[in-house]
Every structure is written in structure tokens, then in C-alpha cells.
């Protein structure tokens, strides 16, 4: 993400100012998926607690998700140096924790030190280890601080959007935030109540104190056909992501209400198994290792009528490893998918396979045929696999689909590699290449189709890794950008995994809350919660 940021004031009144016609004050409700395992913001690992610590947290650096630029929070401004290694920022004077706790550069300091504990496993800090050695983090003020890293961490700045800064002396330890809202109650399996921080900091382009909510109620509820129901009823106000189905009922019923924000970041993708110990004959070996057979079936699929028949049109064939809803980092000089079965054909018979009475057989004669696994009960992906079957047929492969509970699934995948072909998909959550790193690296756990190798099985892995390695360390983003586009070149050249779209973030959002502008980033739907208001009405959700 770019270094610079931007004083978006132009944005904020248009966001804001609408605001201004509803009222203060009312509780906003809505649905969490699933139980938050932690309200300590360096230990999240989970959507429910991502959700609660974007909600109370306050952190240095904000990405904003709408512009996708990096925003003042409670650092005024940064630096980094030449090296790369040391970020010294300018803190806001005067601020104070939810319980208040005054706010310095104390607190920053012991929130590196909580963050880089080794002995707390904390994900969110495993994105800044840069190498052998502690971090040292000097407070020459008390609103100054500045944190050097081992070595050179990329993208550091936008890491910060992510680190919700704890109380180094209050005794309410990470219940003290310096978020729009903080944690009020808790019941386990129900709900939890959120209420206004009076000491948050931002203010409105009238000079109002944020956020405009008195609180936020919500329930932990994983069945998405109840939350649904309970938004028609109007016993919530938002959901913040819906399956295409239940929106395209939704739109039917109220179109003012379903939001489409446009194709996001995650992907569906089919890949084929090349790890050497597989229990696979060698002919599908041979098969599957060959840039030419994986090229012939992304373009005998056809993503268009994926998109509208298993999606209902809300999706985007995807180009590759990078959506284009990434503004910054996505290659657009890659060229779009095609659907071509012709050329297919011509690249299959190019490699050495022979088409014969609609069949298609290998040198040695041996038929095409091969066994695609998925995860059962997805609906979605079920409709998406027979239909690559029947696009597969077309140019005489045939192909087997087997659904596995999401546990044996894992397994073949990751143990016993006991499977030809599999159809999946990648959440991302970061904007940033290196958040993608146990994917790409030959070595990383998640490089599915020939994961944890120790040293590279083909050059044009071995030329990712480096590339990989190169645009962590490099200096400028220009330069990241230029390695990175590299990257996504050669998977779509060699196709390890064949990108079949980028499903559209679908969001549902009640005609009472005024100031949504949902969004393909994380949280869609209530990213910018401490603008979101209610109309002036007893009513709730859907208002049906």
C-alpha cells in the first residue's frame, strides 16, 4: 500500500453529512458468526474477535476501506526510515481510554512488547517478526514513539490497521479501548452489548463528538437462513455478508435494502495434486505436472456461466492470485480469462494427448478421466464442480466429483494427499502480497498443490520464491509492485492453482441506518460504524 496518506475530508463530509438528518443515540443490531474466542485484541485469531476489536479498538494507522488508503488514527503522522526498519510516529495529545486512562506513548510501547512476546503466539505479531532479534520501541515523549524492527518489515505501515492499542496502566487491561465502542456485557452463545466510548476521539465535520450510536447489540448466531429471517422481521439491521441466494431474495422483496459492493478479494479455484508421494499413478502424474494440460482446463471452463448460474451473476470471472477490487496490488496487464474450448483442445493435442470419438487419451492411451473433491454441503461449489464436469466432457475428459466432509477433506489435503483434484477457495483479508506468503513460497504450508517442499520442485517456483523474498525487502513500493506483478504473471502462465472468480461482496443493510456505504474490504457492511446512524423510528431491520 502506498507510504503517503491523505486527508480524505471531501469524503468524509459525504459520508458523514447525511448523517447529520437522522438522530443520535438508538442501538444498532446485528449478527455475529460465531462465538468471539477472545476480547484481548493481540490474541485474535478468529472472525468474531476481528470483528469485536475493529469495533473497540483504536489503532495508529487506519486503512481506510473505501478508498484503500492508509489514514491517520491516533498517530498524527509517521516516518520510516531509509532502511525500512524504524517507524517513529506522532501521536494525538489529550486522548484517553474508555475507562479514562489518559493515552501515550507508554501504551504503544507496551503494545509492541505484549504484540512480539513470543510466549503469546499472537498471529497479528507474527506479520511484523522481520527477522533473528527483539524489537526496540524508545519514547522520547509522550506522544512520540519510535519502533525498530530486526530487519526490514514490508508494508509495515498498513500492519498497523490491525494492532489495537492496549492500556499500559489501566485495571481493566484490554477491556480499556480507545475504539467508538467498548465491550459492556457478555453472555456466552447469545450475545455481546457494545456501548458509546465518551472518550473516543474523532469528531464530525460539525465539530460532534463520534460515534453517533449509543451502543451495538450482537448476537452470536452461525445459522445465516435465521439471521435472514430475523432482519425481515426487523429485529436486525444489518447482515454483513449474504450468500447470493438469499440475496437475490432479499432484492426481490425490498432492492433498497441488498447491497452489492462489488467483486471482493476472495477466490474459488480448482488445482491439481503434484506432490511427488501422492498415491497417484505416474500417467496422472505426468499430467498434472504439465503447464500445457493445467492452461487447456482453465480455458475449457467457462467462468461466465459460473458467475451466472452457481452465483445468480454476482461474481466476476477471476484473473488470478489477485482480484481487481485490490487497486493497488493487481496485475492489470494480465489478460481477462477467456472461455475458448478450441484452444483447449489445441493445447492438449500441442502436449502430446490424442481426441478421439469424443474421449480424450494420454500417449500411452490411457483415458482422461480424473476424481475433482470438494467440501459437501456448499451448494455453491457442488453446482460449480458439475458444471466443470460438463465443460470438461466437451473436450472428452471426464471428470469425477466427490463431495468429503470439510475434516477428511483437510486430511487428504494436508496428510495423506490422497486426491487428484480439488475445488476450494482463499479468504484474504490483507491487501498486501506478504499476507499471502504460506501460499506462494514453495515451502509454505497452504502451497496446496505441492505444499511443504524443501527445495523448489520446478524453476518457475523456485523464480517465485525469489521474487517473493525480493518484494518483502525491497525499499519502495514501486519496486514490491514490479516483483509482485512478476508473481502473478507466472501463475497465470503455469496455473498451479485455476482461478475461477472472485464472488461480489453482498451485504444487507436496513433503510433505518443512514451513512452505510458498504465496501469489498473487511467488515463490509459497518466499517465506518462510528458515522452509522438510525433514522428516527421505533423500527428495525428490514421494515417489512
Not at 460465531?34 to 483504536?58: H, M
Request: aromatic share 10%; proline share 5%.
Amino acid at each position: 500500500m502506498l507510504r503517503t496518506f491523505r486527508r480524505l475530508s471531501v469524503l468524509a463530509f459525504f459520508l458523514i453529512a447525511p448523517a447529520a438528518r437522522a438522530q443520535s443515540g438508538g442501538v444498532l443490531h446485528f449478527c455475529l458468526h460465531g462465538e468471539p474466542k477472545t476480547f484481548n485484541p493481540i490474541l485474535v485469531d478468529d472472525e468474531a474477535s476481528e470483528n469485536i476489536r475493529y469495533l473497540t479498538g483504536g489503532v495508529l494507522i487506519r486503512l481506510n476501506r473505501q478508498t484503500q488508503a492508509l489514514e491517520p488514527g491516533l498517530a498524527t503522522s509517521w516516518h520510516l526510515s531509509k532502511d525500512g526498519r524504524t517507524i517513529t510516529l506522532q501521536l494525538r495529545k489529550g486522548l484517553y481510554f474508555s475507562d479514562g486512562t489518559p493515552f501515550t506513548s507508554e501504551d504503544v510501547a507496551y503494545t509492541m512488547k505484549m504484540l512480539m512476546d513470543p510466549q503469546l503466539h499472537s498471529a497479528t505479531g507474527d506479520a511484523f517478526r522481520s527477522g533473528e532479534g527483539a524489537v526496540d520501541v524508545q519514547t522520547p515523549s509522550v506522544d512520540t514513539v519510535a519502533i525498530t524492527f530486526p530487519a526490514r518489515v514490508a508494508g509495515l505501515e498498513q500492519l498497523f490497521d490491525q494492532v489495537a492499542i492496549l492500556s499500559a496502566r489501566s485495571p481493566k487491561k484490554e477491556m480499556a479501548v480507545l475504539g467508538p465502542f467498548y465491550v459492556s456485557e457478555y453472555k456466552a452463545g447469545s450475545y455481546v452489548e457494545l456501548k458509546r466510548n465518551s472518550n473516543y476521539w474523532k469528531r464530525d465535520a460539525q465539530g460532534r463528538s463520534l460515534p453517533y450510536l449509543e451502543g451495538l447489540h450482537l448476537d452470536i448466531q452461525r445459522n445465516r437462513d435465521i439471521e435472514l429471517l430475523r432482519f425481515r422481521r426487523g429485529e436486525l439491521q444489518l447482515i454483513n455478508r449474504l450468500d447470493s441466494e438469499s440475496y437475490v431474495r432479499l432484492q426481490k422483496e425490498d432492492a433498497n435494502v441488498a447491497r452489492n459492493a462489488g467483486a471482493g478479494l476472495d477466490s474459488d479455484h480448482i488445482w491439481f495434486n503434484q506432490v511427488t508421494t501422492a498415491p497417484l499413478p505416474e500417467y496422472k502424474k505426468t499430467w498434472f505436472r504439465s503447464a500445457q494440460f493445467r492452461a487447456a482446463i482453465s480455458k475449457a471452463i467457462n467462468r461466465d456461466d459460473i458467475c451466472r448460474i452457481a452465483f445468480a451473476g454476482y461474481a466476476k470471472p477471476a484473473y488470478g492470485p489477485v482480484s481487481p477490487a485490490n487497486r493497488f496490488w493487481f496485475n492489470s496487464a494480465l489478460p481477462a480469462p477467456k472461455y475458448d474450448p478450441q484452444k483447449a483442445l489445441s493445447l492438449l493435442i500441442q502436449a502430446g494427448f490424442r481426441f478421439s470419438n469424443n474421449q480424450l487419451r494420454d500417449q500411452a492411451g490411457n483415458r482422461v478421466e480424473f476424481t475433482l473433491v470438494t467440501n459437501s454441503g456448499n451448494a455453491v461449489r457442488e453446482k460449480i464442480a458439475t458444471m466443470i464436469q460438463q465443460d470438461l466432457s466437451n473436450v472428452g475428459i471426464k471428470m469425477n466429483v466427490v463431495t468429503l466432509d470439510f475434516p477428511s477433506l483437510i486430511e487428504r489435503m494436508t496428510r495423506t494427499f490422497d486426491y487428484e483434484a480439488c475445488l476450494l477457495g482463499l479468504v484474504n483479508t490483507d491487501l498486501d502480497p506478504n499476507g499471502q506468503m504460506t501460499v506462494w513460497l514453495s515451502s509454505g504450508e497452504n502451497h496446496q498443490w505441492n505444499p511443504s517442499q524443501k527445495t523448489p520442485a520446478t524453476t518457475w517456483e523456485a523464480e517465485i520464491d525469489t521474487l517473493m523474498r525480493e518484494q518483502a525487502t525491497a525499499l519502495t513500493d514501486k519496486k514490491r509492485k514490479e516483483k509482485f506483478d512478476r508473481v502473478q504473471q507466472i501463475i497465470y502462465e503455469q496455473q498451479p492453482f485455476i482461478y475461477l472468480v472472485n464472488r461480489d461482496v453482498l451485504t444487507a443493510v436496513s433503510s433505518a441506518v443512514v451513512g452505510a456505504a458498504p465496501t469489498v474490504l473487511n467488515p463490509p457492511a459497518f466499517w465506518n460504524v462510528d458515522v452509522l446512524q438510525l433514522r428516527p423510528t421505533t423500527e428495525l431491520g428490514a421494515q417489512k
